[in-house]
């Protein structure tokens, strides 16, 4: 089983940056098997596929909405990825996941076999 835990949430100003990290951990897993995806899920709205990157880091996408303002990263040796969030803006206020599996899904949206519990990013106004 790969458990995967998110952090670096928090309240942060319109305007302002996070770094959302999602380290995993398991017994005969590393984190460089999987792509990760990050996903969000604001208050009575959807999941949303935010950023994708493949194992080795070769291949990411983002969703319109976050383009130019996320990065997505990650670091095999230390079985994390991470999401830079930039130029925050209230929208973008919502429970963050990340999530990792086998298959590297090109517009980020899939079947994902491990799920983190959540990070939350409230960003004021």
């Known amino acids: 089983q790969l458990r995967l835990v998110e952090s670096g949430g928090g309240l942060v100003q319109a305007g302002g940056s996070l770094r959302l990290s999602c380290g995993a951990s398991g017994r005969g897993f590393t984190l460089g098997e999987f792509a990760v995806t990050w996903f969000r899920q604001a208050p009575g709205k959807g999941r949303e596929a935010v950023a994708c990157?493949?194992?080795?880091?070769?291949?990411?996408n983002y969703a319109d909405s976050v383009k130019g303002r996320f990065t997505v990263s990650r670091d095999n040796a230390k079985s994390t990825a991470y999401l830079e969030m930039n130029s925050l803006k209230p929208e973008d206020t919502a429970v963050y996941y990340c999530a990792a599996d086998y298959t590297y899904y090109r517009n980020c949206r899939g079947e994902h076999q491990y799920w983190g519990q959540g990070t939350q990013v409230t960003v004021s106004s």
């Open positions: 990157i493949s194992n080795g880091a070769l291949n990411t």
